[in-house]
């Protein structure tokens, strides 16, 4: 089963990885990857292990990430972040992740299994579709309920001053934000019930960055919405920039109104 071999390649990131958080050598500056951004050798290491991974177990998918960009396959397409949340690897902050999915055809909505890894304490998230979420082995789901003090997460990084005016009203109200670092697992959060809703319209985020959280939350109940309210659907392409919004139910969604 394809999502065996996603769980195969977290694990092999994760076991890397293992020791180089916070040092000097997983900070090496390697050039720019084919997203934009500076790559660290801690990235060129956990994505070299999932190409390999993944080609060893014979898997012939277009491989799609953000320091290799499109490596040519056969059949489906492998999408990836191999370190979702580099900052917070290179300064030994622990909360960053490697996250996987697979796809049937060019577009998120195409997303058949996926797996995250969390690097920092070794926790398995993985789905398929029709087949649920789950957190090393036992199932996991979003909040059916609101509560009524709900937990939000926001990535409010870089985010331009009239993105903040749309958002302030949810930031007045709300009891209880966060803002962790890795947007892939900070949508695992969702999917296990510790954020209500999750929230990025910056439009920076790409598709490699959210297309495994984007099953996983799926998988365990939540809604994953753009940022004018609609469903989210995207292509998969590496220079694809996005917004979304994730609640964990429906009246989650009726609470962040104002956003829509």
Do not use: W
């Not at 092999?12 to 660290?40: C, E, F, I, P, W």
């Not at 429906?250 to 962040?256: K, T």
Request: glycine share 10%.
């Amino acid at each position: 089963m394809i999502v065996d071999i996603l769980k195969q390649a977290c694990k092999r990131v994760y076991s890397k990885t293992q020791g180089l958080a916070g040092t000097a050598r997983a900070n090496r500056q390697m050039g720019r990857g084919a997203g934009g951004d500076v790559s660290r050798r801690i990235d060129l290491i956990a994505e070299k292990t999932v190409i390999d991974t993944v080609r060893t177990r014979g898997t012939d998918a277009t491989i799609i990430g953000e320091e290799c960009g499109r490596i040519e396959g056969k059949r489906g397409y492998i999408i990836m972040d191999a370190i979702d949340g580099t900052t917070n690897a290179v300064r030994g902050i622990p909360f960053y992740c490697c996250s996987i999915a697979y796809a049937t055809d060019f577009r998120l909505s195409a997303v058949t299994d996926a797996a995250i890894i969390d690097l920092a304490r070794g926790d398995l998230y993985y789905a398929s579709s029709g087949k649920g979420a789950f957190l090393n082995g036992r199932r996991i789901s979003a909040k059916k309920e609101s509560p009524p003090d709900p937990t939000i997460g926001i990535n409010v990084s870089g985010v331009k001053p009239a993105i903040i005016e749309r958002l302030a009203p949810i930031i007045a109200e709300a009891d209880h934000t966060r803002q962790f670092g890795a947007n892939a697992l900070e949508m695992c959060f969702l999917a296990r019930g510790f954020l209500d809703a999750y929230i990025d319209l910056r439009n920076k985020i790409r598709p490699t960055d959210i297309a495994a959280g984007y099953l996983i939350a799926k998988e365990a109940g939540a809604k994953v919405y753009s940022a004018d309210g609609s469903e989210l659907e995207s292509d998969l392409d590496v220079k694809t920039k996005l917004s979304y919004i994730v609640v964990a139910n429906d009246r989650m969604r009726e609470q962040l109104t104002a956003l829509f």
